[in-house]
């Protein structure tokens, strides 16, 4: 089947009307971003962020339309804005010696049916984040919490490989969307929408807007918790969903050599500056053993995350093998938690497991706050 081209893809376009303007989107200039590979379609709509709400009925229209088109086998829509400059504060008046008052911070809306949400995060790419993430959640589950998992990483998804998935999620209630499941874990990522060889060639806002549907346009049902396996760096995804997010903590990976350290000490300074609890440090690669002759080899090095976490003053939480059941399982679409649940690999997770819900519990214990509410926006 031929691939749509873009002129087909904004003829369908021209159907979509936006009723407060009364002309079509495409001759209003609110489509961008028009990405066709294999048949999955992704754009973004421009609207003014006062009309957000009022705005998605149009967007699934663009969808609907755009899906009519011959050749197309899947569509991504999303809205995008950019935002006024706000106004500048009145100035107040000081008193010499005085500290400066800080304006309080608007509060977070907390995700439906979900307890405590937990950001796995890494400075760097390349030291086994998704991997560590999709484990803890395996993890967590076997404790007995009911898990999910938000694979946050639009340009780079793994989740889909990493467990095994694909097809698509069920669309459910209008524009709400049923995750995908496996051992046990309830799934989200973008890889699910879109071919895995599409490259996402999409702006800051686009991003954070998928980012916000894949959080809060999903029926997750009653979780106890949901891991979020974040963008490497400290990035617009990064501190958008730091922001936005109620998030109960943050787990930070890192591999043990100084180069993965210096960027790990970055997103543990994104994450307090934004007043996110972290939970700990995660060194990933921490030793290797000869499967032959049992030799240990520090291959990265030894102990930095440790001493790191120890300077910092957070809990370390635990190192992780290089060893090759892990990379085997995870490349299998089998987590070596959930491929050998017994053997000393999904220990080692399991541990990480119980001490990053630990740091959770005694986060709010001694911040005194309670979990996320549930917020109905």
Not at 71 to 100: C, D, I, Q, Y
């Amino acid at each position: 089947m031929a691939e749509p081209s873009r002129d087909a893809i904004e003829t369908a376009l021209r159907s979509v009307i936006d009723p407060a303007r009364g002309a079509d989107v495409v001759t209003l200039g609110m489509v961008s971003d028009i990405i066709a590979v294999g048949g999955q379609v992704s754009f973004a709509l421009m609207i003014d962020p006062a009309r957000a709400g009022e705005m998605e009925t149009v967007r699934q229209a663009a969808e609907d339309a755009v899906r009519a088109v011959r050749g197309v086998t899947g569509v991504s829509a999303v809205l995008t804005a950019e935002r006024p400059p706000s106004p500048a504060p009145p100035r107040r008046a000081v008193t010499p010696g005085a500290p400066p008052r800080r304006a309080p911070a608007p509060p977070k809306a907390g995700v439906p049916g979900i307890g405590a949400i937990i950001a796995v995060a890494s400075g760097k790419g390349g030291v086994g984040k998704s991997t560590t993430a999709v484990n803890l959640a395996l993890g967590l589950a076997a404790s007995g919490l009911r898990t999910g998992i938000l694979d946050a990483d639009i340009y780079g998804p793994s989740l889909p490989r990493l467990l095994g998935l694909s097809g698509r999620p069920e669309q459910v209630e209008g524009k709400l969307m049923r995750p995908m499941e496996r051992y046990g874990l309830k799934v989200m990522s973008m890889g699910f929408l879109v071919d895995e060889e599409t490259p996402m060639i999409w702006r800051g806002p686009m991003v954070i807007s998928a980012l916000t549907q894949m959080l809060r346009e999903v029926v997750w049902g009653e979780l106890d918790v949901l891991v979020v396996d974040m963008p490497p760096g400290t990035g617009d995804a990064q501190l958008t969903m730091a922001q936005q997010v109620p998030l109960a903590g943050a787990v930070i990976v890192s591999t043990p050599q100084d180069l993965a350290l210096i960027d790990a000490r970055k997103g543990l300074a994104m994450f307090r500056r934004v007043d996110v609890p972290v939970l700990g440090i995660v060194e990933n690669m921490s030793f290797f053993v000869c499967p032959h002759c049992g030799e240990r080899t520090e291959l990265f090095a030894h102990g930095g995350a440790r001493h790191e976490a120890e300077r910092l003053g957070v809990p370390f939480l635990g190192e992780v093998p290089l060893h090759l059941a892990i990379r085997e399982t995870s490349d299998a679409g089998t987590p070596v938690v959930a491929a050998d649940p017994e053997g000393p690999h999904a220990a080692i997770y399991r541990v990480i497991a119980d001490a990053t819900w630990e740091a959770v519990r005694h986060e709010r214990e001694a911040g005194g706050r309670p979990p996320p509410r549930i917020v109905l926006e």
